[in-house]
């Protein structure tokens, strides 16, 4: 089972001042970026606990360049960087079966 996750930094957990946390070269963007992550590999845990057998995330925040590699779950695969464009443009397609937003 396929999985596609869109990532944004705004709502995330520890997230409260989005203009002083998840703007890059804001003062707790790097603190912001450990929390996407905890949250991240967290939703790419539950979905391969829950029978996903691929996991692709697409980071949508400002540049597409926020997510730390080092720290990506082994199994997650990751389309970044700019242009923004729509999911189905972003490797979306009929053979994904389910959806997350965070």
Not at 1 to 20: N, Q, W
Not at 27 to 52: I, K, T
Not at 56 to 85: E, Q, S, T, W
């Amino acid at each position: 089972m396929k999985i596609y996750i869109i990532i944004d930094m705004e709502g995330i957990t520890g997230v409260v001042s989005p203009d002083k946390q998840a703007k890059p070269g804001s003062p707790g963007y790097q603190e912001a970026r450990e929390f996407l992550m905890s949250d991240l590999n967290a939703a790419v845990q539950g979905a391969l606990e829950g029978g996903a057998s691929e996991i692709l995330i697409y980071d949508m925040h400002y540049y597409g360049l926020n997510v730390i590699l080092d720290r990506l779950h082994p199994r997650a695969k990751i389309i970044m960087g700019n242009p923004h464009v729509v999911p189905a443009e972003q490797g979306l397609d009929e053979t994904f079966k389910g959806m997350m937003m965070i």
